[in-house]
């Protein structure tokens, strides 16, 4: 595993996980707007 300390901070359970200022996360593949309004809202 890579980044170990990085996956128990953030708690990754699967890829791609994204994490937006430590505030909102996007788990999976989603649509552009949904991607876009977790951005605005992070």
């Known amino acids: 595993m890579e980044y170990p300390d ?3 901070r953030f708690r990754v359970s699967g890829v791609p996980k994204t994490v937006i200022n430590e505030s909102a996360d996007i788990l999976g ?3 552009e707007a949904e991607f876009v309004e977790a951005v605005v809202r992070g």
């Open 6 to 8: 990085l996956v128990r």
């Open 29 to 31: 593949a989603v649509p």
